[in-house]
């Protein structure tokens, strides 16, 4: 007859009580949390359409949509695991995973123009160099942050050269608008918004120091649901490539939300955002790992940090597409 000795059975008595049930499998899922922003157009069809309930209201799970105001909200909200998928630049989620947050980056649902330094249409600054010693909004952790670190690098100026004012995005607009800021770092489609309705000024524009609008999930959720992953990501597809097809419909769900007029709307969402990317590779990679070189060259990242090396573990490519 088989024998365990005492110290055997007293070892994992103690393993099944500190991990019960969960250490032989992932508990089900109940409910998939999932951000929106009006930064991801994709993300809006689809809670629009109910795309994601209707995939998993077979399985009996509920779908909870939360907002993200913008990447550094996503992140937050990811890091505290109160969502499952949360919407980022590239840029903003590459520093956040030097920082530990425990993330993945799965899908592209975008490459956009979405930041440029901005300023009041009667502002005498037209350049980078005027910026010094002005205050200018800023929301940290996220792609205009990184934008602005990059821009102020490129003519040998730092943070420390200007008197950042730290706000969130749609704050950062009305600041500038009310003459609370001389400058500003801004952000879709409150950016649009200033330009058309109140003659605000792009007077720095980058498109290629725009990183990508990237879909991250909790690296734990992944690791415990990948097949829930997958189907998450089979939904964004359908919902990118609808939006493709039908631009009116886009339109009409992000102005239902965001109450814009239509000439905003189509800055944005014509002019500023390309919706035909959606698998991670080798074009993202090169565009995140180039701002993390530079914010790392700027002395935003430590020197000690292996930069490549956080790339390579944020970024997982090896999630299939299928529609």
């Known amino acids: 007859m088989f024998k365990i000795s005492r110290r055997g059975l007293t070892a994992a008595l103690a393993v099944s009580l500190l991990v019960p049930g969960a250490a032989l499998a992932a508990d089900p899922v109940k409910e998939i949390r999932v951000d929106w922003a009006t930064y991801n157009p994709v993300s809006m069809v689809m809670k629009d359409k109910g795309l994601l309930e209707k995939e998993f209201e077979k399985d009996g799970i509920k779908i909870r949509w939360v907002q993200s105001a913008g990447s550094n909200k996503a ?98 607009a009305t600041a500038l608008k009310r003459g609370d800021v001389q400058a500003w770092a801004g952000l879709d489609p409150m950016m649009a918004a200033a330009e058309v309705e109140d003659g605000a000024r792009l007077f720095y524009r980058n498109k290629d120091a725009n990183t990508w609008g990237i879909l991250n999930v909790r690296e734990q959720f992944l690791k415990d649901h990948p097949d829930l992953v997958q189907r998450v990501l089979k939904v964004y597809e359908e919902a990118r490539k609808f939006s493709l097809a039908n631009y009116d419909e886009m339109k009409k769900t992000f102005i239902s939300v965001t109450k814009l007029p239509d000439v905003v709307v189509d800055k944005q969402l014509k002019e500023r955002t390309d919706l035909t990317h959606s698998k991670i590779g080798a074009p993202q990679r090169a565009s995140i790992l180039a701002a993390g070189l530079a914010l790392q060259q700027a002395g935003v990242i430590a020197a000690t940090v292996d930069v490549k090396a956080t790339l390579d573990s944020l970024i997982d490519d090896s999630v299939p597409l299928t529609n």
């Not at 990811?78 to 590459?94: E, K, M, V």
């Open 75 to 172: 992140l937050e909200f990811l890091n505290a695991g109160s969502i499952d998928f949360g919407s980022t630049a590239g840029s903003a989620a590459l520093v956040a995973k030097i920082n530990g947050n425990p993330i993945k980056s799965i899908y592209v649902y975008s490459q956009p123009e979405w930041t440029a330094l901005v300023t009041s249409k009667d502002s005498k600054i037209t350049k980078i160099e005027d910026l010094k010693g002005q205050r200018v909004a800023v929301t940290r952790g996220t792609d205009p942050h990184i934008f602005l670190v990059r821009a102020l690098q490129s003519v040998g100026l730092s943070e420390k050269d200007i008197k950042p004012v730290l706000l969130q995005h749609p704050d950062g």
